[in-house]
């Protein structure tokens, strides 16, 4: 059995030994997508803590790059897990971060878990301008447009990427999932985007929802 809370705890006090003991002792048994998918909202919640130590001055931006680093790790034995679906192909994303944030830890596990139920995505990265959106969904007409923020600044920068879309008349065709710790309801009718969710498997949902 995962214990949760001791996953959520090691990933706040940045015990990166733990975490990893913890999930690789997790996998060997064999657990099923929504086990993993309660293991990466354990690490989220360990993550949350993080930044609260952050932003009390008891964490520094060295803890915080350990963090990620320590999350990747976790996120790298959860993938088999998480990752693991034969479904044919549903739908197409453009999935990216926005203008200005350089966080992509959450982007990448709703990638894994969104490519796995079947949709092909083109990731454009990390600190995407508005234009870059703009010229992928040209590109490949996705069905959906992705944007991922966790920084406070990334809000406006997904609604200049929603306007922009609208000005190129891209906008009407697609569907747009908002998602990252800054987005709530309310940031998300501001932005325009279509949904809105701090959690990837019901990201997921949603997406598979909108192509079936
Ligand atoms: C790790 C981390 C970093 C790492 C990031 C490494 C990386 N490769 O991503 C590094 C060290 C680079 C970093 C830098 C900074 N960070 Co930082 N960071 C964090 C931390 C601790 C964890 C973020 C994370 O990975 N969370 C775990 C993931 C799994 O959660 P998630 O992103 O929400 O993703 C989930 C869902 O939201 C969803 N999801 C995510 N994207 C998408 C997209 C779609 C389409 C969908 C459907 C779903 C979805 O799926 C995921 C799984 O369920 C947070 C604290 C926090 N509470 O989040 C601070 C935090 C985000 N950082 C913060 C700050 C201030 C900074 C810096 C400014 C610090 C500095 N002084 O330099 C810089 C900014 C750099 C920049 N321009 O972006 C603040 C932001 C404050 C704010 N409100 O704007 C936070 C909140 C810490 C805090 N409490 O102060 N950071």
């Known amino acids: 059995m995962l214990d949760l809370e001791a996953l959520k705890k090691a990933v706040g006090d940045l015990e990166e030994d733990r975490v990893t003991e913890i ?17 990466v909202n354990a690490c989220q919640e360990g993550m949350a803590i993080v930044g609260d130590l952050f932003e009390q001055n008891e964490y520094f931006v060295g803890d915080l790059i350990f963090a990620g680093e320590l999350l990747q790790g976790a996120v790298k034995i959860l993938k088999p897990v998480l990752g693991e679906d034969t479904s044919s192909k549903i ?16 982007k990448n596990i709703f990638k894994a878990m969104v490519e796995a139920a079947g949709f092909e995505v083109h990731d454009i990265g990390i600190d995407q301008p508005v234009n870059a959106f703009v010229e992928k969904v040209k590109e490949v007409k996705p069905d959906v447009v992705g944007m991922s923020g966790v920084l406070t600044l990334a809000i406006e920068e997904m609604k200049n990427t929603v306007d922009g879309l609208k000005e190129e008349g891209l906008r009407d065709n697609l569907k747009v999932i908002i998602g990252g710790n800054a987005v709530t309801e309310d940031n998300c009718k501001f932005v325009g985007a279509d949904a809105h969710t701090i959690n990837a498997a019901e990201g997921v949902k949603i997406c598979k929802g909108w192509v079936n």
């Open 23 to 39: 999930l690789e002792e997790f996998v060997s048994q064999n657990p099923s997508k929504e086990d993993a998918q309660k293991a």
């Open 91 to 106: 739908g197409t994303m453009v999935l990216g971060t926005v203008k200005g944030d350089l966080h992509d830890i959450g």
